[in-house]
């Protein structure tokens, strides 16, 4: 039972376009939430995140948006850079446990 | 800052053998370390929390005594694979928590290969 949903699996955007991630959750225990970029063979690297106490954090060309009602959340980069292709990750954790839960990963391509 | 290195970076090793994968934190304390299992295109998935000074908890599913887990300081954690199979060939990524901060921070990644 996969409790971080990220459902596609690959996201093509043209450079300077928005580009939006999707991420659904399950576990209404989860109130903190992260999104990771990865490259492959590297760890993920920290992009931004989000408490659920609030609904959008801001962070540069970077605003993570949370709808706790729908259990969703989503990652919004403008502008789009060819920097930005990438996997993206979004994860999870609540109270009481550290580790995090991950979702199966978005592949974002930015196209020139 | 907030540098965590894991080493070796690849590994090959013979079915049956023992392989260990080093986590550590250059320039910050962790008391918890975190070992996490990725297969191609598939999730990170948490395999163990690993507390300095104590035991390892482990995730359901995940065998203790396949995946040893020692954290004998506060700025190392040591994964051993002890008689790996090659279904145990995975990208094994650590990630450390800051003492004081409370971020975590991801290595690099290990990739090991049974044959």
């Known amino acids: 039972d996969q409790q971080v949903k990220q459902n596609s699996p690959s996201l093509s955007v043209q450079e300077g376009r928005i580009s939006i991630l999707n991420c659904d959750y399950t576990?209404?225990?989860?109130?903190?939430f992260l999104w990771y970029k990865k490259y492959p063979a590297e760890g993920p690297t920290f992009l931004i995140s989000?408490?659920?106490?609030?609904d959008k954090n801001e962070d540069g060309r970077f605003t993570v948006f949370l709808n706790k009602s729908a259990k969703h959340l989503s990652l919004h980069i403008v502008p789009s850079q060819p920097g930005d292709s990438a996997v993206y990750f979004c994860?999870?954790?609540?109270?009481?446990?550290?580790?995090?839960?991950f979702g199966k990963g978005t592949h974002l391509i930015i196209q020139p | 800052g907030a540098v965590v290195s894991q080493h070796p970076s690849r590994v090959i090793c013979k079915s049956g053998t023992s392989v260990k994968i080093e986590c550590r934190s250059l320039?910050?304390?962790?008391?918890?370390m975190f070992w996490y299992r990725q297969f191609p295109k598939q999730s990170l998935m948490l395999m163990a929390t690993s507390n300095e000074g104590s035991k390892a908890t482990y995730e359901q599913g995940v065998e203790k005594d396949k995946f040893l887990i020692n954290h004998a300081s506060l700025t190392l954690s040591t994964l051993t694979v002890t008689s790996a199979h090659p279904e145990d060939s995975s990208f094994y990524i650590c990630?450390?928590?800051?003492?004081?901060?409370?971020?975590?921070?991801f290595g690099p990644g290990t990739r090991l290969t049974v044959t």
């Open positions: 989000i408490s659920s106490i609030k």
């Open positions: 994860a999870a954790r609540y109270g009481g446990a550290d580790g995090l839960t």
């Open positions: 990630s450390a928590r800051d003492l004081y901060s409370y971020e975590q921070y």
């Open positions: 576990n209404s225990m989860f109130d903190y």
């Open positions: 320039d910050f304390q962790a008391t918890t």
